[in-house]
Each structure stands twice: as structure tokens, then as C-alpha cells.
């Protein structure tokens, strides 16, 4: 009975992804928690086939003089991983189709099967790493998140004579398109860097694109926390860095369990660079406003101007604040 050296093989949707054409084919291969792993994009040649094939990428834009795709629409990811044992198979299973079960023990079933849902779960993890690290060399916090779709039906309001219903006039009906960033080959090998010295995107950051998502979904509210938490976190780490190992436990704690409003007025600020020091004082009004916001729907169920406009105001905000890297005085002098 063969024994063989094995791989996983799982195919995941994804949604908001556009690349340009020199990128698509290419592969990722990093290490995550012990296993190897392999994220590729489809060929070319893979794109916009009939019906008898899945239907995994899609041109999106053309030359007009040749036709040739400019960028492609991926909608479908192959996740590889390398399984770390070698597998005992039935020689039959390396001719026929998958899942001959009649040339499989009951032992040997079990085995494939345990490995089929542990690296299922692997997968999918490594698959959301991926993304996050993506998003974060794009600074492009849409790709591969899930989207709502509302109510609208795409038919305008009408006016209706009442006792005939005959329609007398119809509302003009506006399309919106989101028009999604293109993954270059930059952005590719940035990603690939990080993939492989294991970086992970930041938590602020995280809870930065959450809120970007939320925005596009109309999830206002929703978003509010997420840019306050994000702001909370960059706040309190960037702090942290700066708290010596031989500082007392009582005061580190003392710090660490601060409100949030002594990090914005009080320790963040005492650390920023002279030269950002005016911009931070004009940015401190709008944190301080977006944490109030925050507090009054946690605590009191409030949040009256939750739109796309205090959103995308806060979010510019929170990316501002992203900008300024603390440094002691010592450096600077």
C-alpha cells in the first residue's frame, strides 16, 4: 500500500477583489502556526470560461485597441496546505476518482477524514490572515468583506392615478457603483513580505477597516464603536511602548487602567513630536467627540447623528492619529 506525501486543497469565495493582469497566477507561500502555506490567484486562461467550469475570476477592464485585460474581478481562492505526515492510501486512490470508499479500511477512512476537518479549519484561518494582511499592504479595507444588500429593488416610486392605477409618472432611479481598489504588483510583494516574517495587521488597524466596512454597509452605529476602539487601542499601545520594565507595578497599572481621556490630553500627548504637536492638539477635540459618541450609546442607547458623514469625518480623524508616531524627548533632542 503507497504511501504518499499529501497537500489540502480548499477554494473559498471572495468578494470586493480586483488585480491587475501581472498579477494574477501569483501565490503567496508563508508559514502560519506550523503549516505551510499556499494562497494562489487564478491564471489567466482561467478567467471568464463557459458554464462546464467554476467560474473563479472575470475580466474586468480592456485595451480598446486589443482587447487585452487590464485588470481582472478574482472571485474564487485556492488555499493549498502541506500535510505533515505522509498518508498510507490504497493504490486505487491514486487512479480513480476522489472518495472511493469500498478500497478504504475503516481506519484509513477516519484518517482522511480527521485530516480533511483539521485542515479545513487551518484553511480558512490562514485564509482570514491573509486578507487582513492584504487589506493592510492595500490600505484597501473592502477586500473579501462581507457586503449587505438593502431593500432598494431597483425600481423608482411611482405616482399612481388611485382609481385606475395607471402610472402617471415614474421617480428617477439612481444606480450606485462601487468602484473597488486594484491590487498592483506592489501591493503583492508587500503583502508577500509580511506573509513571511509572520506580521499580523495591527489591532487598531483592524478595528480601522471594520469600521470602513460598516460605513459602506450603512452599519453606522456599528461603526462608531469600532473607529473608538480603534482610536482607544493606537492610544493606549503607542503609550505602552514607552512605560520602562523598572517602573513600579502600581504606577504601570495605574496607567494601564487610565480613561481614555487622560491618554488624550495627558500621556499621548506628552510623547508627540514638537512638530505634530499643533495638528494633535486640533485632533484632540475631534477623539474626545468621537469617544463621547461612543460612551453615550454604550451606556445610555443614544447616538442621534449616526450617518455617513460623521462616519467618513471620524474616519478621517482616526487615520490622521494613525500618522503620529510618538517619540521621547530624549530622541528628539
Same mark, same amino acid.
Given at each position: 500500500m503507497p504511501?504518499?506525501?499529501a497537500r489540502t486543497w480548499t477554494r473559498f469565495l471572495v468578494t470586493n477583489f480586483n488585480v491587475s493582469a501581472d498579477v494574477m497566477g501569483l501565490a503567496h507561500e508563508f508559514d502560519f502556526h506550523g503549516y505551510n502555506v499556499s494562497i494562489r490567484l487564478p491564471q489567466k486562461d482561467q478567467a471568464d470560461r463557459d458554464e462546464r467550469y467554476d467560474n473563479v475570476a472575470a475580466a474586468s477592464t480592456r485595451r480598446a485597441d486589443t482587447g487585452e485585460?487590464?485588470?481582472?474581478?478574482?472571485l474564487k481562492i485556492d488555499v493549498e496546505i502541506d500535510v505533515k505526515n505522509r498518508l498510507s492510501v490504497p493504490s486505487?486512490?491514486?487512479e480513480k476518482p476522489?472518495?472511493?470508499?469500498?478500497?478504504?479500511?475503516? $481506519? +484509513?477512512?477516519k484518517a482522511v477524514d480527521d485530516i480533511c476537518e483539521q485542515y479545513s479549519e487551518v484553511a480558512d484561518r490562514a485564509f482570514q490572515c491573509w486578507l487582513g494582511v492584504l487589506r493592510w499592504?492595500?490600505?484597501y479595507s473592502l477586500i473579501g468583506q462581507p457586503e449587505i444588500s438593502g431593500p432598494d429593488s431597483g425600481w423608482s416610486t411611482y405616482i399612481l392615478e388611485s382609481s385606475t392605477s395607471h402610472r402617471v409618472w415614474a421617480g428617477t432611479t439612481v444606480i450606485r457603483v462601487q468602484l473597488h481598489k486594484e491590487v498592483t504588483k506592489e501591493h503583492w510583494e508587500k503583502a508577500s513580505e509580511r506573509l513571511v516574517s509572520g506580521e499580523d495587521i495591527p489591532m487598531h488597524l483592524r478595528f480601522l477597516q471594520?469600521?470602513?466596512?460598516?460605513?459602506?454597509? $450603512? +452599519?453606522?452605529e456599528k461603526a462608531i464603536l469600532e473607529l473608538a476602539m480603534a482610536c482607544e487601542i493606537y492610544l493606549?499601545?503607542?503609550?505602552?511602548e514607552f512605560i520602562p520594565e523598572s517602573t513600579h507595578f502600581e504606577l504601570k497599572t495605574y496607567i494601564e487602567e487610565a480613561n481614555i481621556n487622560r491618554f488624550v490630553s495627558k500621556f499621548f500627548k506628552s510623547l508627540v513630536p514638537t512638530d505634530r504637536l499643533s495638528e494633535y492638539k486640533k485632533l484632540t477635540s475631534e477623539i474626545s467627540s468621537l469617544m463621547s459618541r461612543r460612551n453615550s450609546y454604550v451606556h445610555m442607547g443614544k447616538l442621534d447623528d449616526a450617518n455617513k458623514e460623521t462616519c467618513d469625518r471620524f474616519i478621517k480623524s482616526t487615520r490622521l492619529l494613525f500618522t503620529i508616531k510618538l517619540s521621547s524627548p530624549e530622541t528628539e533632542n
Amino acid at each position: 500500500m503507497p504511501e504518499i506525501s499529501a497537500r489540502t486543497w480548499t477554494r473559498f469565495l471572495v468578494t470586493n477583489f480586483n488585480v491587475s493582469a501581472d498579477v494574477m497566477g501569483l501565490a503567496h507561500e508563508f508559514d502560519f502556526h506550523g503549516y505551510n502555506v499556499s494562497i494562489r490567484l487564478p491564471q489567466k486562461d482561467q478567467a471568464d470560461r463557459d458554464e462546464r467550469y467554476d467560474n473563479v475570476a472575470a475580466a474586468s477592464t480592456r485595451r480598446a485597441d486589443t482587447g487585452e485585460p487590464i485588470n481582472y474581478e478574482v472571485l474564487k481562492i485556492d488555499v493549498e496546505i502541506d500535510v505533515k505526515n505522509r498518508l498510507s492510501v490504497p493504490s486505487e486512490a491514486l487512479e480513480k476518482p476522489p472518495k472511493q470508499f469500498q478500497f478504504f479500511s475503516e $481506519e +484509513q477512512t477516519k484518517a482522511v477524514d480527521d485530516i480533511c476537518e483539521q485542515y479545513s479549519e487551518v484553511a480558512d484561518r490562514a485564509f482570514q490572515c491573509w486578507l487582513g494582511v492584504l487589506r493592510w499592504a492595500t490600505d484597501y479595507s473592502l477586500i473579501g468583506q462581507p457586503e449587505i444588500s438593502g431593500p432598494d429593488s431597483g425600481w423608482s416610486t411611482y405616482i399612481l392615478e388611485s382609481s385606475t392605477s395607471h402610472r402617471v409618472w415614474a421617480g428617477t432611479t439612481v444606480i450606485r457603483v462601487q468602484l473597488h481598489k486594484e491590487v498592483t504588483k506592489e501591493h503583492w510583494e508587500k503583502a508577500s513580505e509580511r506573509l513571511v516574517s509572520g506580521e499580523d495587521i495591527p489591532m487598531h488597524l483592524r478595528f480601522l477597516q471594520d469600521a470602513e466596512t460598516s460605513t459602506k454597509n $450603512e +452599519q453606522y452605529e456599528k461603526a462608531i464603536l469600532e473607529l473608538a476602539m480603534a482610536c482607544e487601542i493606537y492610544l493606549r499601545y503607542s503609550v505602552f511602548e514607552f512605560i520602562p520594565e523598572s517602573t513600579h507595578f502600581e504606577l504601570k497599572t495605574y496607567i494601564e487602567e487610565a480613561n481614555i481621556n487622560r491618554f488624550v490630553s495627558k500621556f499621548f500627548k506628552s510623547l508627540v513630536p514638537t512638530d505634530r504637536l499643533s495638528e494633535y492638539k486640533k485632533l484632540t477635540s475631534e477623539i474626545s467627540s468621537l469617544m463621547s459618541r461612543r460612551n453615550s450609546y454604550v451606556h445610555m442607547g443614544k447616538l442621534d447623528d449616526a450617518n455617513k458623514e460623521t462616519c467618513d469625518r471620524f474616519i478621517k480623524s482616526t487615520r490622521l492619529l494613525f500618522t503620529i508616531k510618538l517619540s521621547s524627548p530624549e530622541t528628539e533632542n
